[in-house]
């Protein structure tokens, strides 16, 4: 009885490692389970990331013609340009 | 104002060439390291060979420390395009736009889809889908620097394009001329191959190491084998575009040309310096009082710069004043007609204000190259548009010293590389480099050596397109934002602390990875 609920289990088991996004899953799954020096790479990765995006990028770098039409950009461009003669 | 906005473009441009030269400490180690990973690991899949499997896990161990930690810097670079080059990006306009999406879309996902299945899929995908992922993870890594490179040639040589004066952007006309102008090519070319160099060096380096310290000498030796072999190979294709890009420099940026060689009077049969010694600026005013001492090599200029040991090299003075027996004109008259164009610009901006119709259109004719009087204002005037916004006819002289010595530590590393890597083949092929200790030791200080050139070479293409954002049409000062100058100078040294961890931190695992050394090894 328990070796027929084996099978039964592995064989669905097996169905489902079929399915690609499954394998697709499983695969990055155990490689990211199985890193070593990928962990401290990924913790840098991150904090890095976190950094540029949420720090650097919403503090600091806001884009001078953001929200602007290419008409309205193309207006401040020019008398930008004029302005400089 | 005025001086808090040059005070801003000159913290924009010290911000821009920080970030630049950090992420230039992590590109070129990816760009050839992921050649080289690709090549053991065929040899594993050639010959089965358990040996090259280890050998190539453990370089693509130190490879994934130089990808973790050096990707996404570059994506400062953009932000700093939106933020403090603003009327940069918007003039620019689709030129930029193109390559970066198409390196984005294209280039990023090929590279980091495979990059998993090559960390990830040693055990679980068959050997032939492996060496597939790692190759298409090299040619993910290298296509992203041909976007990018092909965006900076744009810059250094705008083809492929025309002027809308309405949003006063640059649209592109032309996707091939843009993709394939001759700056273009060289530029990836001779980037691609000295970035292959400088990983031959580090692979070499590295090596040398093991050898000195007498562990895993078998690794050591192949790894050197194959590295010595592959730098040689490279920096003589190197060498060959670098002497391309003097010859393309000579056309298309004579004054970069003439910088590069601190030439201030221009000559036929002109003699290439090989080094020299410059006299401080206030003193250099022709070619008699420039140097010091300095040591040449007769026609040689000439010939490489046009392919005619006899050919007339223009000098820092003809650029500047003009010489009307070589067809060359004068900066002043340069400026003259970029003033024109920049009224033009401002009358249409008044009549846009103003609604009116009639400027407006005899403006926009100016600006059609379609037009006979478009053909002839945009060939006359709009093509020295930059030059209207010139104090005087010196600001067209970029940093002369800056270029002379950078252009010289670049081709003398480079030189040195290429003697270094054949020697060293020649020497472990005889089996006698073990015993080359001061050769080794060699070996391993050429590390740096390698990233100084690499720096350098950018510095003479960057620094010598100055003062010129894109070259004849856009100052860097007019390309910079309003903005205050406080906040560019805060994000700079944030960004000096942010780059300086990550690169301390990319160098300390690397240096515990190299003495951990190759996992598995039976040696």
Same mark, same amino acid.
């Given at each position: 009885?328990?070796?027929?609920?084996?099978?039964?289990?592995?064989?669905?088991?097996?169905?489902?490692?079929? %399915? =690609?996004?499954?394998?697709? +899953?499983?695969?990055?799954?155990? $490689?990211?389970? *199985?890193?070593?020096? @990928?962990?401290?790479?990924?913790?840098?990765?991150?904090?890095?990331?976190?950094?540029?995006?949420? %720090? =650097?990028?919403?503090?600091? +770098?806001?884009?001078?013609?953001? $929200?602007?039409? *290419?008409?309205?950009? @193309?207006?401040?461009?020019?008398?930008?340009?004029?302005?400089?003669? | 104002?005025?001086?808090?906005?040059?005070?801003?473009?000159?913290?924009?441009?010290?911000?821009?060439?920080?970030?630049?030269?950090?992420?230039?400490?992590?590109?070129?180690?990816?760009?050839?390291?992921?050649?080289?990973?690709?090549?053991?690991?065929?040899?594993?899949?050639?010959?089965?060979?358990?040996?090259?499997?280890?050998?190539?896990?453990?370089?693509?161990?130190?490879?994934?420390?130089?990808?973790?930690?050096?990707?996404?810097?570059?994506?400062?670079?953009?932000?700093?395009?939106?933020?403090?080059?603003?009327?940069?990006?918007?003039?620019?306009?689709?030129?930029?736009?193109?390559?970066?999406?198409?390196?984005?879309?294209?280039?990023?996902?090929?590279?980091?889809?495979?990059?998993?299945?090559?960390?990830?899929?040693?055990?679980?995908?068959?050997?032939?889908?492996?060496?597939?992922?790692?190759?298409?993870?090299?040619?993910?890594?290298?296509?992203?620097?041909?976007?990018?490179?092909?965006?900076?040639?744009?810059?250094?040589?705008?083809?492929?394009?025309?002027?809308?004066?309405?949003?006063?952007?640059?649209?592109?006309?032309?996707?091939?001329?843009?993709?394939?102008?001759?700056?273009?090519?060289?530029?990836?070319?001779?980037?691609?191959?000295?970035?292959?160099?400088?990983?031959?060096?580090?692979?070499?380096?590295?090596?040398?190491?093991?050898?000195?310290?007498?562990?895993?000498?078998?690794?050591?030796?192949?790894?050197?084998?194959?590295?010595?072999?592959?730098?040689?190979?490279?920096?003589?294709?190197?060498?060959?575009?670098?002497?391309?890009?003097?010859?393309?420099?000579?056309?298309?940026?004579?004054?970069?040309?003439?910088?590069?060689?601190?030439?201030?009077?221009?000559?036929?049969?002109?003699?290439?310096?090989?080094?020299?010694?410059?006299?401080?600026?206030?003193?250099?005013?022709?070619?008699?009082?420039?140097?010091?001492?300095?040591?040449?090599?007769?026609?040689?200029?000439?010939?490489?710069?046009?392919?005619?040991?006899?050919?007339?090299?223009?000098?820092?003075?003809?650029?500047?004043?003009?010489?009307?027996?070589?067809?060359?004109?004068?900066?002043?008259?340069?400026?003259?007609?970029?003033?024109?164009?920049?009224?033009?610009?401002?009358?249409?901006?008044?009549?846009?204000?103003?609604?009116?119709?009639?400027?407006?259109?005899?403006?926009?004719?100016?600006?059609?190259?379609?037009?006979?009087?478009?053909?002839?204002?945009?060939?006359?005037?709009?093509?020295?548009?930059?030059?209207?916004?010139?104090?005087?006819?010196?600001?067209?002289?970029?940093?002369?010293?800056?270029?002379?010595?950078?252009?010289?530590?670049?081709?003398?590393?480079?030189?040195?590389?290429?003697?270094?890597?054949?020697?060293?083949?020649?020497?472990?092929?005889?089996?006698?480099?073990?015993?080359?200790?001061?050769?080794?030791?060699?070996?391993?200080?050429?590390?740096?050596?390698?990233?100084?050139?690499?720096?350098?070479?950018?510095?003479?293409?960057?620094?010598?397109?100055?003062?010129?954002?894109?070259?004849?049409?856009?100052?860097?000062?007019?390309?910079?934002?309003?903005?205050?100058?406080?906040?560019?100078?805060?994000?700079?040294?944030?960004?000096?602390?942010?780059?300086?961890?990550?690169?301390?931190?990319?160098?300390?695992?690397?240096?515990?990875?190299?003495?951990?050394?190759?996992?598995?090894?039976?040696?």
């Amino acid at each position: 009885m328990i070796e027929r609920r084996y099978t039964v289990h592995a064989a669905m088991k097996n169905r489902k490692e079929r %399915i =690609l996004p499954c394998r697709i +899953f499983r695969f990055y799954y155990d $490689g990211f389970r *199985e890193m070593t020096l @990928g962990k401290t790479l990924w913790a840098i990765l991150l904090i890095k990331l976190f950094v540029i995006f949420v %720090i =650097l990028r919403l503090l600091f +770098f806001p884009d001078a013609l953001a $929200g602007k039409s *290419e008409e309205e950009r @193309g207006e401040i461009v020019r008398s930008e340009l004029i302005k400089h003669r | 104002m005025v001086t808090d906005l040059m005070q801003s473009v000159e913290w924009s441009r010290a911000q821009f060439a920080l970030t630049a030269i950090y992420h230039w400490l992590f590109v070129p180690l990816t760009l050839g390291l992921s050649v080289l990973c690709a090549l053991m690991e065929t040899q594993y899949y050639r010959t089965g060979d358990l040996f090259w499997k280890r050998t190539a896990q453990f370089w693509m161990r130190l490879f994934a420390v130089n990808f973790a930690i050096g990707v996404a810097t570059g994506l400062i670079l953009e932000f700093e395009f939106g933020t403090n080059w603003s009327n940069y990006s918007n003039f620019v306009g689709d030129i930029f736009g193109a390559p970066l999406a198409i390196e984005g879309i294209m280039a990023f996902f090929l590279e980091s889809t495979f990059f998993a299945v090559m960390f990830f899929g040693w055990e679980k995908v068959s050997r032939g889908f492996h060496l597939s992922a790692t190759w298409l993870t090299a040619i993910g890594a290298n296509l992203s620097a041909l976007w990018i490179l092909v965006a900076n040639s744009w810059m250094q040589y705008p083809v492929g394009c025309r002027f809308d004066i309405a949003t006063v952007r640059n649209e592109m006309t032309s996707f091939w001329d843009v993709l394939l102008s001759p700056v273009a090519i060289n530029k990836f070319s001779h980037t691609v191959t000295s970035s292959f160099l400088l990983a031959a060096v580090f692979v070499m380096g590295v090596s040398a190491w093991y050898l000195l310290k007498g562990r895993h000498r078998r690794m050591a030796r192949s790894s050197i084998a194959l590295a010595s072999a592959f730098g040689f190979v490279f920096s003589l294709a190197a060498a060959f575009s670098g002497d391309r890009s003097g010859a393309i420099v000579a056309r298309v940026q004579p004054m970069k040309l003439a910088a590069m060689e601190a030439l201030y009077d221009g000559r036929e049969a002109a003699p290439l310096t090989l080094f020299g010694i410059l006299r401080p600026e206030e003193a250099r005013t022709s070619d008699d009082d420039a140097f010091h001492f300095k040591v040449e090599i007769p026609k040689m200029l000439s010939l490489m710069s046009f392919r005619d040991a006899g050919a007339y090299v223009p000098g820092i003075n003809d650029l500047v004043e003009g010489n009307e027996a070589r067809g060359i004109l004068p900066t002043a008259l340069k400026m003259e007609r970029g003033r024109h164009a920049i009224e033009q610009l401002a009358r249409y901006h008044t009549a846009r204000k103003t609604g009116d119709t009639a400027v407006m259109q005899e403006v926009e004719r100016l600006f059609d190259r379609d037009t006979p009087e478009g053909e002839a204002f945009l060939r006359d005037c709009f093509a020295y548009f930059g030059y209207g916004y010139l104090e005087s006819p010196r600001d067209a002289v970029p940093n002369v010293p800056l270029l002379f010595y950078a252009f010289r530590v670049m081709v003398g590393a480079g030189g040195f590389l290429l003697l270094l890597c054949a020697a060293v083949w020649w020497l472990n092929r005889r089996q006698r480099l073990d015993k080359q200790r001061w050769l080794l030791r060699v070996m391993i200080l050429s590390i740096p050596l390698a990233y100084l050139a690499s720096q350098a070479g950018w510095i003479v293409a960057e620094a010598g397109r100055q003062p010129w954002a894109i070259q004849d049409l856009l100052p860097v000062h007019v390309a910079g934002s309003y903005i205050g100058s406080t906040p560019v100078a805060v994000t700079f040294f944030l960004f000096l602390a942010l780059f300086t961890a990550l690169l301390a931190a990319e160098i300390g695992i690397l240096c515990r990875q190299i003495k951990i050394g190759p996992k598995e090894s039976n040696e």
